[in-house]
């Protein structure tokens, strides 16, 4: 079986075909996606939302990243592990967002990693680049910059901010990017970004004219009830399993029907 690389997915924008990718965050998971066939599996920062339980991805930890990312890739066989820097991993100085970046491939089994920002960030890209790390963007809604954005709301809608994302797009192709996730922009603007650029775009709330799609995986499987966004299809209710599995495991204890026979060594 051969691995996803970043040459495959841009063969498969020029092919016309599209690339899936879900989140990660543990073995188990992973390695269900991955058989699944998923082609890019990403250690989001989202971890911070989903699994540990804070209200957004600030506090987040280089730690904390390593040691998902490091779980997924070892569930892993087809699909490309990237992993996310998590706020401050890279913004400080490039030393440092090279040092960090270069945890994901040397600690965690990463095949490269993602940042958030557009020219902001291109210098920091070039470099993690330059150290032979492949870079993922991110535009469009960039929840690490969530207190000077204000709310999670669609990014990009007048004229103006729209041609700073195409050119933000650009530069972080220049940049040496390999693909770009493009995060709840308008539909329209998306096809524009993906039009403009050779690297393959990755939507989430970014319609259906981009390279390739993802989702934050308990989102799609119906686990997270705390924030449901609109873009959020959900493809199976797993909270409602898991709830009913465990009221009846309860209610089988308390009634002494479990463990029964079969379930025990006489
Ligand atoms: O943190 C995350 O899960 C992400 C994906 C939505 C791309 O950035």
New binding site residues.
């Given amino acids: 079986m051969d691995k996803v690389t970043t040459s495959i997915l841009k063969e498969m924008k020029s092919k016309g075909e599209k690339i899936t990718?879900l989140?990660a965050y543990d073995y188990l998971m992973a390695s269900l996606l991955d058989e699944a066939g998923i082609d890019i599996l990403?250690v989001?920062?989202?971890?911070g939302n989903v699994f540990l339980g804070y209200d957004n991805?600030l506090p987040v930890t280089m730690e904390d990243m390593i040691h998902h990312t490091a779980a997924v890739a070892r569930g892993v066989k087809r699909a490309m592990v990237i992993g996310?820097m998590p706020f401050m991993s890279y913004q400080a100085s490039l030393s440092e967002a090279i040092r960090n970046a270069g945890r994901f491939l040397k600690e965690a089994g990463a095949v490269g990693v993602?940042l958030e920002g557009g020219a902001a960030v291109a210098d920091t890209a070039t470099a993690i680049v330059k150290s032979g790390i492949p870079v993922m963007g991110?535009l469009g809604l960039t929840?690490q910059s969530i207190h000077l954005l204000g709310g999670y709301g669609l990014q990009a809608k007048d004229e103006a901010q729209a041609e700073m994302l195409i050119s933000d797009a650009r530069m972080l192709e220049e940049a040496g990017c390999f693909s770009l996730?493009l995060?709840k922009i308008p539909s329209k603007l998306a096809r524009q970004v993906t039009e403009a650029v050779s690297i393959p775009t990755i939507g989430?709330g970014a319609g259906k004219y981009c390279d390739g799609q993802?989702l934050?995986t308990p989102d799609m499987l119906g686990m997270f009830k705390k924030f449901t966004p609109k873009f959020a299809k959900q493809y199976a209710q797993l909270g409602k399993a898991i709830n009913s599995a465990a009221s009846s495991y309860i209610k089988e204890v308390k009634t002494q029907k479990f463990p029964g026979k079969e379930h025990s060594f006489e």
């Avoid at 989001?44 to 971890?47: C, E, H, L």
């Fill in positions: 990718m989140t990403m989001g920062d989202s971890v991805t996310d993602k991110h929840p996730v995060e989430i993802v934050v």
